[in-house]
T-cell receptor
């Protein structure tokens, strides 16, 4: 089966700790994205990557970091600098960047920081 | 940057009735408008999209209309069924390698029996 996997589904961390969310795709897509979803605010773009070893900040990148060492993988690290890290995080991919291609989403990771 | 507004935030309809969700966008350069459906506990999934060179597109019970002059687009679902209950997001983007989707805030559709 082709698709996007995110793990874990639920994640709990103590305040002050960094945490890394996993995102893997086997669709052979060049572009990958990380979104944050909060109630009533839709999806907000954190980071995106058009190709391996390249990534750009989205609208709310502060307190987050990413890497794209492999085409299939785009992990997101939520650092202790992120003031409100509790949220639902969605990873997506598309054949290419450019805004005109369907984005395929993973099932999401719900992060709770206390 | 682009700003997308979506209304209503919640919508309740009876099974068999029609549902309409409306979005407006701010950047006249936007030329791609997808609609995503998100079921509880899952990631969003594309259900229909429209590009700026057409005014309407249909796929079975789902249709999308686009008014470029007014900068708004709408999702129409006819003969609604309980499985249509979900959160729907509109989005907008434009051509360009660095462009990205800007999403609306979502509409929670509830189809009641």
């Amino acid at each position: 089966d082709g698709g996007i996997t995110q793990s874990p589904k639920y994640l709990f961390r103590k305040e002050g700790q960094n945490v890394t969310l996993s995102c893997e795709q086997n669709l052979n897509h060049d572009a990958m994205y990380w979104y944050r979803q909060d109630p009533g605010q839709g999806l907000r773009l954190i980071y995106y990557s058009q190709i391996v070893n390249d990534f750009q900040k989205g609208d709310i990148a502060e307190g987050y970091s990413v890497s794209r060492e492999k085409k299939e993988s785009f992990p997101l690290t939520v650092t202790s600098a992120q003031k409100n890290p509790t949220a639902f995080y969605l990873c997506a991919s598309s054949i290419s960047a450019g805004g005109l291609y369907e984005q395929y989403f993973g099932p999401g990771t719900r992060l709770t920081v206390t | 940057g682009e700003n997308v507004e979506q209304h209503p935030s919640t919508l309740s309809v009876q099974e068999g009735d029609s549902a309409v969700i409306k979005c407006t966008y701010s950047d006249s350069a936007s030329n791609y408008f997808p609609w995503y459906k998100q079921e509880l506990g899952k990631g969003p999934q594309l259900i229909i999209d429209i590009r700026s060179n057409v005014g309407e597109k249909k796929d079975q019970r789902i249709a999308v209309t686009l008014n470029k002059t007014a900068k708004h687009f709408s999702l129409h679902i006819t003969e609604t069924q309980p499985e249509d209950s979900a959160v729907y997001f509109c989005a907008a983007s434009m051509t360009g390698t660095a462009s990205k989707l800007t999403f609306g805030t979502g509409t929670r559709l509830q189809v009641t029996l």
